[in-house]
């Protein structure tokens, strides 16, 4: 169906109407009418889902890091969580855009947030046939639980743009900041409280810290660390099965309390126009045009640009909730260590991602990206040759507080770049995202248990370098674009008899969606 206009569900973008003598499609489409006030109880919203990810991601983040030590006999927790984000890419492809049409972005968001509880029960009983058939179905869960998110916040950043009279895309980037902030905190308490447990426990000395090592075992720590020859390090045997259970019933009791916090608290994004009639959200099409939304987003060019990038984001995640709890922490001074380490990661992280998402406002997010590449580029260079040693443990919280100040640039950065210009294909667009990233995942977690440390690190370097150059055409791209409007609009203002001659803007998703159009906002 179309009004006034034509949207091509095939090619899955914006299609310029033909000349028409009918009415056009804003007098058609239904009108969302908002106070000024209302941004408040946006701001409601988003506190709302960011502190129930929050809760959520206090569970998984605390379960994910510890996997690759606590079960690391066979490879086990390292092929869960392969399966996790797997079954991610699979659900990014075929789910997200269907169910949230289907279910609408609140409910989408608790069946979704459900998904993970079997993962988190699974640790009772940690064996090939329940975590890796949980982790599958907390990776399909997984793609529709994040591009609702996305899509909800990028939803009412716009909606906040308008009342507010700012700019939409740092708007959008500013509540990015704020989710990342409350999200990242996860890593503080889902670490905070698996490093309690197992500190106080036998495995941990009670808290004591006469903690013993050798020199020859240090060596081959690091860089050095390879999975098939670290079988004789006592720092790697698995925890006590009573602190294993103590730290999964207090994980599984928040995935329950995030899923109630949704429920009750949020308001469904129906009220900011999620169906309002005439729209292009509204239009009845088939389940398969659906699915193929997500698909058809990859014939963009930018979207093909930002694709290194993302899978970059992936890699470095996995590298540093696996690979570097692993052969960095846990082999040099202790599992009991893995969450007081990962806590500067997640304070940093979180500290970082509220910052960023302010200031980009005021410089850009290029400046914001060069220092996420400076930093991830030291990184990578200081753990290549550093030595992990019990005696340096400043240096171990360091690493982790730089590496989430570069997570913070990419995690809040990059998700406001495809916010920004993919705004008429918000699910689509958030789907690659989260495909891509899951993708890096994959790609990390499926040479974990082959490759070395330092063979890893050579890996992220080569994606992150051929990323950064994706992301400059991108920026280039945007760049020129944003100089023809100007352009175009200066001519407007200032007709002349023989104006220069300016390359015509073909429409893209880039532009004001039909939402911002339909938005009026009364002075009650």
């Not at 969302?32 to 506190?47: D, G, Q």
């Not at 716009?158 to 500013?174: F, H, L, N, P």
């Not at 193929?292 to 996995?318: D, H, W």
């Not at 360091?398 to 570069?406: A, N, P």
């Amino acid at each position: 169906m179309t009004f006034g206009g034509a949207y091509d569900v095939d090619k899955d973008s914006p299609v310029k109407p033909p000349p028409s003598h009918g009415d056009d499609t804003a007098s058609v489409r239904e009108k969302v009418k908002l106070s000024r006030s209302e941004k408040w109880r946006i701001l409601k919203n988003i506190t709302t889902i960011s502190f129930a990810f929050m809760v959520q991601f206090t569970a998984f983040q605390g379960t994910a890091n510890l996997q690759s030590s606590i079960n690391a006999k066979d490879g086990l927790g390292t092929v869960s969580l392969s399966a996790i984000y797997a079954a991610i890419v699979v659900s990014c492809i075929f789910i997200p855009t269907l169910v949230i049409r289907r279910l609408t972005v609140k409910w989408t968001l608790c069946l979704s947030m459900l998904c993970y509880a079997p993962y988190i029960g699974s640790q009772f009983f940690p064996r090939f046939y329940t975590l890796v058939p949980a982790g599958i179905l907390l990776g399909l869960g997984a793609a529709p639980m994040w591009a609702s998110k996305a899509t909800y916040l990028t939803q009412v950043g716009q909606v906040y743009a308008k009342i507010t009279d700012q700019s939409v895309e740092a708007i959008i980037v500013r509540f990015f900041g704020f989710f990342f902030l409350a999200w990242q905190t996860a890593e503080l308490w889902g670490n905070l409280i698996s490093s309690l447990v197992l500190s106080s426990g036998a495995h941990g000395g009670g808290g004591s810290s006469n903690h013993s090592y050798s020199e020859a075992s240090l060596e081959s720590c690091g860089a050095n660390f390879c999975v098939v020859a670290s079988a004789d390090n006592s720092n790697l045997e698995r925890p006590p099965e009573s602190e294993i259970f103590e730290i999964s019933a207090i994980y599984l009791s928040c995935i329950v309390a995030a899923v109630i916090i949704i429920a009750v608290f949020l308001d469904p994004l129906s009220r900011y126009g999620e169906k309002r009639r005439g729209s292009i959200s509204a239009q009845e099409v088939s389940g398969i045009a659906l699915l193929a939304a997500t698909a058809n987003q990859l014939r963009k060019p930018n979207q093909q640009l930002l694709i290194p990038i993302t899978i970059f984001i992936g890699m470095e995640q996995a590298f540093i909730g696996a690979d570097f709890t692993q052969a960095y922490v846990s082999c040099a001074i202790g599992i009991h260590q893995i969450g007081y380490v990962m806590i500067c990661f997640g304070v940093v992280n979180a500290v970082c991602s509220i910052i960023f998402g302010s200031v980009m406002k005021y410089i850009g997010r290029i400046p914001i990206i060069i220092l996420g590449i400076i930093a991830h580029g030291a990184l990578f260079i200081v753990l290549l040759f550093w030595r992990p040693h019990p005696e340096h443990m400043w240096v171990f919280f360091t690493l982790s507080g730089l590496w989430g100040v570069g997570d913070a640039v990419w995690q809040t950065q990059i998700n406001g770049i495809y916010g920004a210009l993919f705004r008429r294909n918000k699910e689509a667009a958030f789907s690659n995202y989260r495909l891509w990233e899951s993708a890096g995942f994959v790609i990390a977690y499926a040479y974990s248990t082959t490759l070395c440390a330092r063979m890893k690190l050579y890996v992220m370097i080569s994606v992150m370098i051929l990323g950064i150059f994706g992301w400059i055409v991108v920026e280039i791209k945007h760049w020129r674009k944003e100089m023809r409007l100007k352009k175009l609009e200066e001519q407007a203002k200032n007709p002349t008899p023989n104006p220069p001659i300016v390359p015509e803007i073909s429409e893209t998703d880039d532009e004001r969606d039909e939402l911002e159009e339909d938005i009026v906002v009364t002075h009650l």
